[in-house]
Nanobody, 115 residues
C-alpha cells in the first residue's frame, strides 16, 4: 500500500490550496483517510477525515468552515481544499490511510502561508 500527497506550496494569507492524497495497492472500498499537519516545533495534529463507505467527514475546529475534505470520484484519492489560509496553517501536511486495522502514512507535503 502506498500513500502519496501532492499539492503543497507557498501561498499568501487569504489564499487557497488543494492538497491531494492518492492511495494505491489495495482493493477494498472500506477505509478511512485523514489529513494531519505538523508545524515546526509542534506535535502532529489532526485536520480532517473521511470515511469511504458513506463519505462521512470530521474536522478539527481549526479547519471547520475553511477546509473541505472530499472524495469526488469515489476512488482512492482524497482532496483537502483549503481556503482563507492563515500563517498559522503553515505546516507539513500528511495523509494517513486506515485500512484493515493498519495505518499507512504518506511522506508529507509542505504548505507555507506567507506574504
Amino acid at each position: 500500500v502506498q500513500v502519496v500527497e501532492s499539492g503543497g506550496g507557498l501561498v499568501q494569507p487569504g489564499g487557497s490550496l488543494r492538497l491531494s492524497c492518492a492511495a494505491s495497492g489495495f482493493t477494498s472500498s472500506g477505509y478511512v483517510m485523514m489529513w494531519f499537519r505538523q508545524a515546526p516545533g509542534k506535535e502532529r495534529e489532526f485536520v480532517a477525515r473521511i470515511t469511504s463507505l458513506n463519505d462521512y467527514t470530521v474536522y478539527a475546529d481549526s479547519a471547520k468552515g475553511r477546509f473541505t475534505i472530499s472524495r469526488p470520484n469515489a476512488k482512492n484519492t482524497v482532496y483537502l481544499q483549503m481556503n482563507s489560509l492563515k500563517p498559522e496553517d503553515t505546516a507539513v501536511y500528511y495523509c494517513k490511510l486506515d485500512y484493515l486495522n493498519r495505518e499507512y502514512w504518506g511522506q508529507g507535503t509542505q504548505v507555507t502561508v506567507s506574504s
